[in-house]
C-alpha cells in the first residue's frame, strides 16, 4: 500500500499506472462502512484509492471541527488489512494553499434549503469544493460514497453533472452495528451507555416504514420524535419524509412512489445523522 501527502507524488504515480480507477473519500477514523465502500471499489477497478482528509472548510462549527475523531495509525492498518492500493492523506495546506483562487461556486438549489442544509450551513458548499477538487486530482473512474449521508450522495450526483465530471457514482448501503446504530466515525466519542441509547434513532426510522400506512407523515414523524426522546438522552434536530430524489419534504403518502425517512439526533452533545428507505 502507497501513502501519499502529497498531490503531485499521488499524481506522477497515477499518471503511469494506466488502470481504471476507484475512489472511496473519506476523513478518517475508519470503520466498517467505510471498509464496505473500499471492499465494493476493489471489486469493481483496477486500482483503489481512498482518501483521508478531515476537511475544515465543510465544518460550520469549529468546535465540530477540532472535536472530529483522528485515528490515522489504525486507518492505515485496516486500509492494509483490507489491500487497499493508495491512500492519498494531504495536510490542508496541500489541498487549500493560501495562493490559489477561490473556488468554483455552485448553486445546488432546494437540495441545500433542507435538513443539513438548513441546520449545517455551508456545509455542502465545503462538501462540493473538497471532492470537486479530490475528483480533479485523481480523476477516477468511479467513486464511492455511503447512503448513510444521502443527501451528500443526492448533492455529488447533482455536482457531478453540473460539472462534467466524467465519473461514475457508486451509492452503497448503510451499514449498522448490531444493535442498529448506523456506524459513524462519531460513534467513537459516543460511551457504551450513548452507544446503547442512540440504537433508537435507527428504531424510530424503521418504525417510520414499518407503520406508515396507519398515520399520515406529519403523524408518524411526532411519534418518531416522542420515541427518540422518551428517555429524555437524546434530542431530536430533526426527523423527515422526503422524496429519494429531489429531497423535499412529503405530506402524503401519495405524492411520491420513492420516500426516505431521515433523522439528525444528537447524543451526549453528538450530532447523529441517519436514514432509512421507506419504499
Ligand atoms: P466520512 O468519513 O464520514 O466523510 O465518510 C466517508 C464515506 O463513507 C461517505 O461516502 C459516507 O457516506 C460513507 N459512510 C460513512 N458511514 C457509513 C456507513 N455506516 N455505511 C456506509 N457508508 C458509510
Redesign the pocket.
Known sequence: MYIFHKINDLQNYLRKSNKTIGF???????????I??VERAKSENDLVVVSIFVNPTQFNNKADLVNYPRTPESDYKMLEECKTDIVFSPETDEMYPSERSEEKKLDIGKLGEVMEGVYRPGHFNGVIQVVSQLFNIVKPDKA??????FQ??TVIRFMVKSFNFNVEIVA?????EKNGL?????NLKLSEDGKKEAETISKALYFIKENKEKYDPDQIKQKAIDMIESSGKLKTEYIEIADEKTLEPIKSWNEKKHVRSFAAVFCEGIRLIDNVGLS
Open positions: 472511496v473519500p473519506t476523513m478518517g477514523a475508519l470503520h466498517l462502512g467505510h464496505s465502500l464511492y460514497f455511503g447512503e448513510k449521508d451528500q450522495l452503497c448501503p448503510t451499514v449498522r448506523a456506524m459513524s466515525s462519531r
